[in-house]
């Protein structure tokens, strides 16, 4: 048994992944824009990803733009019958490396077929509708014309499955009424967490919850109650903040991102890590010191 078979598995769709899996975002450039500052590492961490045991991995083609799709593509194809590559749509990059909200029919047909292009892939697992009203936060607004162009790309038989990102429970609402929605991607982690109602929500419903930022995105997480509980653990804070997601929710698959071997091996490991009630308890409380 590998290290992250203890963090168990769960369902995306028709496929069974572990629940510790890989964000690729970090792969690129300086602010999510232009290529690797190490070509060569950002292979090797994907190599020893997928041979440590992780089957999901977390990407999009505009991360770069196109820069880490190629690189998975240059690093894992063809690809292992059991890794599933979530990938999202829904914004392209401006020529500064701006974010862009692309919620036409074009722009989001054109960023499937950019996504298998640059993948080497016939059909995507899961495509993400990453929903830019706030591009920071979730913000109420119809996604009913952005869905209906991934769910007819959907019949076209070149997705298997829609999931949403930065999404509002209406919005979960509002899309289930228009396809199967498999999966919601959000900002969510020990000190963030606004999204507790939603988690439970899909838990019930047996839907996954990805979030991103797990390890607090570019603000890492920092707190004495973090760095003491896993001090007493002995592990690191940034495993200590993973397994307290584990331990959420059965439907939390994570996908921590890194560029570093050595960060990979320390997220990986997190696995193992089973955090006793009271640290738990302890740890409940950042979020309130955080409100």
Wanted: one cysteine or more; proline letters at 5%.
């Amino acid at each position: 048994m590998s290290i992250i078979d203890q963090s168990g598995t769960f369902t995306i769709g028709d496929r069974k992944v572990r629940r510790l899996g890989y964000g690729a975002m970090q792969l690129a450039g300086l602010g999510v824009f232009g290529p690797p500052r190490d070509h060569g590492a950002a292979l090797a961490v994907l190599r020893e990803a997928v041979a440590s045991g992780v089957n999901h991995i977390d990407t999009s083609d505009f991360y770069g733009p196109h820069v880490t799709n190629q690189i998975i593509r240059e690093a894992l194809h063809p690809y292992r019958d059991d890794l599933v590559i979530v990938t999202k749509v829904g914004a392209r990059r401006g020529a500064d490396g701006s974010w862009i909200p692309a919620f036409s029919r074009q722009e989001l047909t054109q960023a499937v077929h950019d996504n298998l292009r640059n993948l080497g892939l016939d059909v995507l697992d899961v495509v993400n509708l990453r929903i830019a009203f706030d591009l920071h936060s979730p913000a109420e607004g119809s996604i009913e014309a952005p869905l209906t162009v991934l769910a007819d790309l959907q019949r076209q038989g070149l997705v298997r499955h829609l999931g949403l990102s930065n999404a509002t429970s209406k919005q979960v609402i509002e899309g289930r009424g228009i396809t199967e929605i498999v999966c919601v991607q959000n900002h969510y982690n020990l000190a963030h967490r606004t999204d507790d109602g939603l988690v439970d929500d899909l838990a019930g419903q047996s839907t996954a919850f990805v979030p991103f930022f797990p390890l607090g995105g570019f603000t890492p997480l920092q707190s004495s109650t973090l760095s003491d509980v896993a001090a007493r653990l002995g592990a690191t804070p940034m495993q200590v903040a993973l397994a307290w997601l584990l331990q959420r929710a059965p439907n939390i698959l994570l996908i921590p991102g890194t560029s570093s071997l050595g960060h990979l091996r320390e997220n990986l490991a997190a696995a193992r890590l089973v955090l006793p009630d009271d640290a738990v308890e302890e740890l409940n409380r950042m979020a309130h010191m955080a409100a």
